[in-house]
């Protein structure tokens, strides 16, 4: 299970809508949240969207599309119409943060991760039960444990070796991985043993 997250991007539409499809098809997330509730991943997506299908992206436009084809499109035509409605629908694991609240809780394995725009929300009850707390207001990523939680930061997109991290409990131990804006991976740290290590 993998998680990606986007940090903030300061309106770039087209730098949020490419670290998106990174994590999307490179990184294999299964979900992906942006740290800010700014309307930005809602512009990238429609736009993505439109590549994808054309210019109604709507669940009403599919509907329409399909009608299309049952009047007679080709074997090759449904084809293409169920690889593009695929592509669209796996467009629904971009989320930002509720613009409200600008916070989010997710489970990641049995760890519980609090994701904010604001590290000033890490101080509530909310925050105390949460294992991992990743914030969007870092200048820079960032990795720090503090007793026995971790508080994580991808920094703003387009930052040296940051804006953009994958938390991932695929393998053995749940892992952060950071990548900067060319998509490279500057960092990887493990945080917390997904099993219990017998002594000895």
């Given at each position: 299970m993998k998680l990606g997250i986007l940090g903030p991007s300061s309106g770039d539409v087209n730098q949020l809508g490419r670290a998106a499809e990174f994590l999307l098809r490179q990184a294999k997330a299964w979900k992906v949240v942006y740290l800010d509730g700014d309307g930005?991943?809602?512009?990238?997506?429609?736009?993505?969207?439109?590549?994808?299908?054309?210019?109604d992206a709507s669940d009403d436009g599919s509907w329409e599309r399909a009608a299309a084809l049952a009047a007679g499109g080709t074997a090759a035509a449904v084809d293409a119409y169920v690889h593009g409605e695929r592509a669209r629908l796996r467009l629904r694991a971009l989320e930002s943060l509720p613009d409200d609240t600008l916070r989010a809780v997710e489970q990641v394995g049995e760890r519980v991760v609090l994701l904010t725009n604001?590290?000033?929300?890490?101080?509530?009850?909310?925050?105390?039960?949460?294992?991992?707390?990743?914030?969007?207001?870092?200048s820079s990523p960032t990795v720090r444990k503090i007793g026995a939680r971790w508080f994580l930061s991808p920094?703003?997109?387009?930052?040296?070796?940051?804006?953009?991290?994958?938390?991932?409990?695929?393998?053995?131990?749940?892992?952060?991985?950071?990548?900067?804006?060319?998509?490279?991976?500057?960092?990887?740290?493990?945080?917390?043993?997904?099993?219990?290590?017998?002594?000895?």
């Open positions: 930005t991943l809602d512009k990238a997506v429609a736009a993505w969207a439109r590549k994808i299908v054309g210019d604001d590290r000033r929300q890490l101080e509530d009850d909310t925050a105390r039960a949460a294992n991992i707390l990743i914030y969007g207001d870092g920094g703003p997109l387009g930052c040296p070796g940051g804006g953009i991290a994958v938390l991932d409990d695929d393998g053995p131990d749940l892992t952060v991985s950071f990548y900067d804006a060319s998509f490279n991976l500057s960092l990887r740290e493990e945080l917390l043993p997904l099993r219990v290590r017998e002594p000895g």
